[in-house]
């Protein structure tokens, strides 16, 4: 029996590398998560309230002092997103004069979950096939970077996070011409690791990290991806070692925006 | 496998993905969260035996495998040898002693989640051995010990059981 399941795994796992079987396993997967999602999404709309209850008995005290906090952070963002409206104002008339168009259009969505398997950091978002979203579009919650969609199904899609392991952004640390790097995920809570950065470049804690836009990369330039935590450049070492604090807070993820932008154009 | 049991098993594994997506899923210690599927392979394996258990296991992991982005069949790999070993344990005596179950249920789970690990990082798929891998095995452990009690008595209704009585397995 022990070697019967065995042979049979190794079957599937091997079939599942191969073009046909890998097409009707990508099949199987969507037709599953399209039976699953509705189901999933009525059970989780109504044990809301239970949880939200449950939550606010809990940590009535700590809500009342983070109310205060919000109301002053409520403050401070209106004022500066009237800022940002103006400076957006300035930017696209800018841009009209010297011709410079071709934003990315973009589709809003919710975060609805987070990654049923404990060996990928990955989230399920509310907007997938229906909504123009495709597999390896790129996500961001604000401006900032999140990760890239890996799957999607007619009602929703599953963004691999840029703190996976398996996941690498080419990036820029600094303005235009600074240097370039490949962002690795060290796992949730963990830095980025950036490696290949030249030994030649100037790297220095706070800056910030954009992705690359170089040929054939796997996100849209200039996304902003975090800031410097460390760096270090041993007199033996043929490359920099950097750490990047990721901006966006992927931990509390709830909204976000996907670009509607795939590595093929 | 009864005609009753065709139809309560897969609205079981239904419910349970279900119940893993909306409700599992968001309670993680560590980052990690139970693993509802795995135990239902348990139960089923400590109510059956072990062939009817890896097959159980195997099917199931199969199932599970359709809504992760890892390798399609390391789940029905690791599940199926934990429905295997689980169905080795199989009797009255683990089925009348909770505490029995949930020890070998904690155990079975580890070892599947090692298993998962191992086999990922084997076939390439990058950061599975990672250093997160005790935390991950001990909250599914502790998942499975704590949930094993009423996923047995939920396999028994699904297999169609009468209380004293023996399955008569998954064939």
Known sequence: MLLLVLLAAATVITLGYKDPTKKVVDALKRGANDVVAPLDSGVSSALRPVGNFIEGVIHYGSLQSQNAQLLAENTRLRTAALQAQDQARQVAQLKRQLGLGGTIPRVAADVVGASTSNFAQTVRIDRGLSSGVAVGMTVVSGDALVGQVVQAWRSGASVLLITDPSSNVGVRLGQAGGAYGVAVGQGAGEPLAVTMVSPNAKVSRGQPVDTSGLPNAAFPPDVLVGTVRSARLSPTSSQWSVTVDPVADLGRLQYVTVLEWSPQG | ?171
Do not use: I, N
């Open chain 2, 1 to 171: 496998m009864t005609p009753l049991a065709r139809v309560r098993l897969p609205l079981l594994v239904l419910a349970v993905v279900v119940a893993q997506h909306s409700l599992l899923d968001g309670w993680r210690v560590g980052g990690a969260h139970p693993d509802a599927l795995l135990v239902l392979v348990l139960a089923l394996g400590l109510s059956t035996g072990p062939r009817e258990g890896a097959a159980a296991g195997f099917a199931l992991g199969l199932v599970a495998d359709l809504f992760v982005d890892t390798q399609f069949g390391l789940s029905a790999l690791a599940y199926g040898l934990a429905g295997l070993g689980a169905g080795l344990f199989a009797g009255t005596a683990v089925r009348s002693s909770w505490w029995l179950a949930a020890v070998l249920a904690a155990f079975a789970s580890a070892w599947a989640t090692l298993v998962f690990a191992a086999a990922g990082d084997l076939v390439g798929e990058g950061g599975l051995l990672h250093h997160d891998l005790a935390v991950v095995a001990t909250v599914v452990s502790a998942g499975s010990a704590v949930l094993v009690g009423p996923a047995l008595r939920a396999a028994r209704w699904a297999l169609a059981e009468r209380q004293g009585h023996p399955a008569g397995g998954l064939r």
